[in-house]
């Protein structure tokens, strides 16, 4: 397979490495290599690629910013996409403006060019990494905000039925997930958003004020982002430093002690590192509290099957008395 498969990626002239390195690409500097790793830097280069991979039935998955994601020690088997499709213009301006946006933009970079622009809508995003594709997967939000807020919709290709306009309740957008974070068979090439027209002034002040709450509350370093999901209520953060777990270390790996749902890696940290801070955190806060701490972030590549369910499959102890 792999050989038919890089054969169709020289025949369609795109860049490609076998065995290549990932860690460099994802937030917490963490994670195996590809098997295969292409780079995608246009809609034309998409379009030609994904119909190729599905009828090879290749398996494949997109890397974008490479935060909220895992990638196993043992790698990503089958093929890696790289989405460097970076763009972005005005569809409409005015009191109410539209945003077309290609997947493979930076979410950070988009939010402080439309605040200098004078558009309010994504001041929230200021400071989270990753791009726009992989925002829209996993609805991605922060300080009250989120994708599902400003999304209008989505231009993706369906494995099934080919290129399709999804909207916000096509996607079934929901607290940090979508129909595609849950294994629905289609890639994000670009999405429209709706802004609004803001005092640039203010709404740098209001960045500003985000991005100091984030210097107090949010550590520095090599992360995944919010490793699990806010239970209803209450936060996970909160849950994790009243099991007394803040600083609590795993080989390179550390639960952090400023924010309890960040966990560091000090450099030569390992994803089984993760895995076993993030199966602790669950146990200690189930036992001591009755909450079942779900993840926000995904798993990808290589992972034995019962460690993943693991972390997703509740057990007794996460049922409140």
């Given at each position: 397979?792999?050989?038919?498969?890089?054969?169709?990626?020289?025949?369609?002239?795109?860049?490609?490495a076998?065995?290549?390195?990932?860690?460099?690409?994802?937030?917490s500097?963490?994670?195996?290599?590809?098997?295969?790793?292409?780079?995608?830097?246009?809609?034309?280069?998409?379009?030609?690629?994904?119909?190729?991979?599905?009828?090879?039935?290749?398996?494949?998955?997109?890397?974008?910013?490479?935060?909220?994601?895992?990638?196993?020690?043992?790698?990503?088997?089958g093929?890696?996409?790289?989405?460097?499709?970076?763009?972005?213009?005005?569809?409409?301006?005015?009191?109410?403006?539209?945003?077309?946006?290609?997947?493979?933009?930076?979410?950070?970079?988009?939010?402080?060019?439309?605040?200098?622009?004078?558009?309010?809508?994504?001041?929230?995003?200021?400071?989270?990494?990753?791009?726009?594709?992989?925002?829209v997967?996993?609805?991605?939000?922060?300080?009250g905000?989120?994708?599902?807020?400003?999304?209008v919709?989505?231009?993706?290709?369906?494995?099934?039925?080919?290129?399709?306009?999804?909207?916000?309740?096509?996607l079934?957008?929901?607290?940090?997930?979508?129909?595609?974070?849950?294994?629905?068979?289609?890639?994000?090439?670009?999405?429209?958003?709706?802004?609004?027209?803001?005092?640039?002034?203010?709404?740098?002040?209001?960045?500003?004020?985000?991005?100091?709450r984030r210097?107090?509350?949010?550590?520095?370093?090599?992360?995944?982002?919010?490793?699990?999901?806010?239970?209803?209520?209450?936060?996970?953060?909160?849950?994790?430093?009243?099991?007394?777990?803040?600083?609590?270390?795993?080989?390179?790996?550390?639960?952090?002690?400023?924010h309890?749902?960040?966990?560091?890696?000090?450099?030569?940290?390992?994803?089984?590192?993760?895995?076993?801070?993030?199966?602790?955190?669950?146990?200690?806060?189930?036992?001591?509290?009755?909450?079942?701490?779900?993840?926000?972030?995904?798993?990808?590549?290589?992972?034995?099957?019962?460690?993943?369910?693991a972390?997703m499959?509740?057990?007794?102890r996460?049922?409140?008395p």
């Amino acid at each position: 397979m792999v050989q038919r498969l890089t054969a169709k990626l020289e025949k369609l002239g795109l860049e490609w490495a076998e065995k290549a390195p990932l860690a460099p690409y994802t937030s917490s500097r963490i994670g195996g290599p590809a098997q295969v790793l292409v780079r995608v830097f246009s809609e034309a280069q998409w379009l030609r690629l994904l119909p190729v991979l599905w009828d090879l039935q290749a398996s494949f998955w997109v890397l974008g910013g490479g935060s909220n994601v895992l990638i196993a020690d043992a790698g990503v088997p089958g093929l890696v996409v790289h989405n460097r499709y970076r763009a972005w213009r005005w569809l409409q301006q005015g009191d109410e403006a539209l945003l077309w946006v290609a997947s493979g933009t930076g979410l950070s970079v988009l939010a402080r060019q439309t605040v200098e622009q004078g558009y309010a809508g994504l001041e929230w995003a200021v400071g989270i990494p990753g791009t726009v594709g992989g925002a829209v997967v996993g609805n991605a939000g922060a300080f009250g905000g989120d994708m599902a807020g400003v999304l209008v919709e989505v231009d993706l290709w369906h494995r099934e039925r080919g290129r399709e306009t999804w909207s916000p309740a096509d996607l079934e957008m929901g607290y940090r997930t979508t129909r595609l974070k849950q294994g629905e068979p289609a890639v994000v090439l670009a999405a429209v958003l709706r802004l609004y027209r803001g005092d640039p002034e203010a709404l740098r002040r209001r960045v500003a004020e985000y991005q100091q709450r984030r210097r107090r509350t949010q550590p520095p370093g090599a992360s995944v982002g919010s490793m699990f999901k806010n239970p209803p209520g209450d936060y996970a953060g909160r849950l994790i430093d009243a099991a007394g777990l803040k600083g609590t270390r795993i080989g390179d790996v550390e639960i952090s002690p400023l924010h309890a749902n960040f966990f560091i890696n000090h450099g030569q940290g390992t994803a089984y590192q993760v895995w076993r801070l993030m199966r602790l955190a669950q146990e200690r806060v189930a036992r001591q509290f009755g909450v079942w701490l779900e993840p926000e972030i995904q798993l990808v590549g290589a992972w034995p099957p019962e460690q993943v369910q693991a972390l997703m499959v509740p057990d007794a102890r996460s049922v409140r008395p």
